[in-house]
C-alpha cells in the first residue's frame, strides 16, 4: 500500500536548534518525494522536492530508499520556520499525490 | 496573476444535498487537482484532471465527481452529501503534462460544513 508517515504531529525547537523533520514513505514502484509547507494564514506551497536536490531556506531532504524515508532538515531553525509542514509522496505514471499528516513546527524565541 | 482561485469560501449545506465547488488554475497551468482536507489531516487526493480528460482518482465514492472545462477551469461535485464530507477541499494546478514530479499551486480552499 502506498503510504506516508509523519511521525511527529508537533515539533518544537528553540531558534538556532537543528531541526529535523521525518518522514517515511511505502511504494512499490519509484517514488517521487515533496514537502509543502503551509505558514500561517497562507496556501499550502512547494518547498522541495527530491529531485532537485535543492536547498529551499535552508532546509535540505535526501531519499534514502534503503530506509524509504525523506526527512526534512536545517542546521539552524529560524522562527520564520514555524508552519505546518506536509510530506508527499508521487510516482512516476500514477498522476496520484499521497500526503501525510502533517508537522507543525513551533520555533521558540 | 492572483494565482489559483477557488469559490466559493465558505459553504453550509445539509445532509443529502448536492454541493458544487469551483476552482480557476493559473493561467497557462492546463492540469487540475482536486483534494480533500479533514480537520487535523493532510490533503487527500481525489481527482486530477489533464486537458479535460480524468487522469486520475483516488478512494472516494462515486458520490464524488468532477470535469474541467476548455478553459481548463473545474468543478467539483459531491451528491447526497454525509456528515464526513465536511472538509476543506483544496484545489492545485500545474503544468503537469506526462511528467509527474511537478510543483503543484494550490487555492486557498473552500470549507464545506454539511448539518
Known amino acids: 500500500a502506498q503510504r506516508v508517515t509523519q511521525p511527529e504531529k508537533l515539533l518544537s525547537v528553540f531558534k538556532g536548534a537543528p531541526v529535523e523533520l521525518k518522514c517515511n514513505y511505502s511504494?512499490?514502484?519509484?517514488?517521487?518525494l515533496f514537502w509543502y509547507v503551509q505558514y500561517s494564514r497562507q496556501r499550502l506551497q512547494l518547498l522541495l522536492r527530491?529531485?532537485s536536490r535543492e536547498s529551499i531556506k535552508g532546509f535540505t531532504a535526501d531519499l534514502n530508499k534503503g530506509e524509504t524515508s525523506f526527512h526534512l532538515k536545517k542546521p539552524f531553525a529560524q522562527e520564520e520556520d514555524s508552519a505546518m509542514y506536509y510530506c508527499?509522496?508521487?510516482?512516476?505514471?500514477?498522476?496520484?499525490?499521497?500526503f501525510g499528516t502533517g508537522t507543525r513546527l513551533k520555533v521558540l524565541a | 496573476d492572483a494565482g489559483v482561485t477557488q469559490s466559493p469560501t465558505h459553504l453550509i449545506k445539509t445532509r443529502g444535498q448536492h454541493v458544487t465547488l469551483r476552482c480557476s488554475p493559473i493561467?497557462?497551468?492546463?492540469?487540475v487537482s482536486w483534494y480533500q482536507q479533514v480537520l487535523g489531516q493532510g490533503p487527500q487526493f481525489i481527482f486530477q484532471?489533464?486537458?479535460?480528460?480524468?487522469?486520475g482518482r483516488g478512494n472516494f465514492p462515486d458520490r464524488f465527481s468532477a470535469r474541467q472545462f476548455p478553459n481548463y477551469s473545474s468543478e467539483l461535485n459531491v451528491n447526497a452529501l454525509l456528515l464526513g464530507d465536511s472538509a476543506l477541499y483544496l484545489c492545485?494546478?500545474?503544468?503537469?503534462?506526462?511528467?509527474?514530479?511537478?510543483?503543484?499551486?494550490f487555492g486557498p480552499g473552500t470549507r464545506l460544513t454539511v448539518l
Open positions: 492545485a494546478s500545474s503544468l503537469a503534462s506526462l511528467e509527474v514530479s511537478v510543483e503543484q499551486f
Open positions: 511504494y512499490s514502484g519509484s517514488p517521487e
Open positions: 527530491h529531485i
Open positions: 508527499a509522496l508521487s510516482g512516476r505514471g500514477t498522476y496520484k499525490y499521497i
Open positions: 493561467s497557462g497551468h492546463k492540469s
Open positions: 484532471y489533464y486537458e479535460k480528460e480524468e487522469r
